[in-house]
C-alpha cells in the first residue's frame, strides 16, 4: 500500500488549502486515516483523524474549528481542508493509515503503520 500525499503550497495567513492523500490498493475502507505535521525542529505532531467510514472525526486543539478532515473510500482518498491558515501551521503535512482495524482516532504517531511523503505548507504572515 502506498500513500501519497497532494496538495500543499504557499499560502498567505488567513487563507485556505486542501491537502488531498490519495491510497493504493483495495483495503482504504478498513484504514483508520490521520495526518499529521512536523515543522522545522520540532517532532511530528497529530493534526486529525477519521474513521473507517467517516462517521467520526479527531481533531487535535491547535487545528479544531479551522481544519475539516474527510474521506471518499470510493476514490481511495483523504482530504484536509485547511482554513483560516496561520504562521504557526507552517509544516511538512504527512497524510498515515492504522491497518489494525481496532479503533480509530488515536494521536500517536506510532499507531499509525503506514506513511506517505509529506507535502510541503507554508503560510506567510
Known amino acids: 500500500v502506498q500513500l501519497q500525499a497532494s496538495g500543499g503550497g504557499l499560502e498567505q495567513a488567513g487563507g485556505s488549502l486542501r491537502l488531498s492523500c490519495a491510497a493504493s490498493?483495495?483495503?482504504?475502507?478498513?484504514?483508520?486515516m490521520g495526518w499529521f505535521r512536523q515543522a522545522p525542529g520540532k517532532e511530528r505532531e497529530f493534526v486529525a483523524a477519521?474513521?473507517?467510514?467517516?462517521?467520526?472525526?479527531y481533531y487535535a486543539d491547535s487545528v479544531k474549528g479551522r481544519f475539516i478532515i474527510s474521506r471518499n473510500n470510493a476514490k481511495n482518498t483523504v482530504y484536509l481542508q485547511m482554513n483560516s491558515l496561520r504562521p504557526e501551521d507552517t509544516a511538512v503535512y504527512y497524510c498515515?493509515?492504522?491497518?489494525?482495524?481496532?479503533?480509530?482516532?488515536?494521536?500517536?504517531?506510532?499507531?499509525?503503520?503506514?506513511w506517505g511523503r509529506g507535502t510541503q505548507v507554508t503560510v506567510s504572515s
Open positions: 490498493g483495495d483495503a482504504f475502507s478498513t484504514y483508520c
Open positions: 498515515a493509515a492504522d491497518s489494525s482495524m481496532v479503533v480509530c482516532g488515536l494521536t500517536a504517531k506510532y499507531e499509525y503503520d503506514l
Open positions: 477519521i474513521s473507517w467510514s467517516g462517521g467520526s472525526t
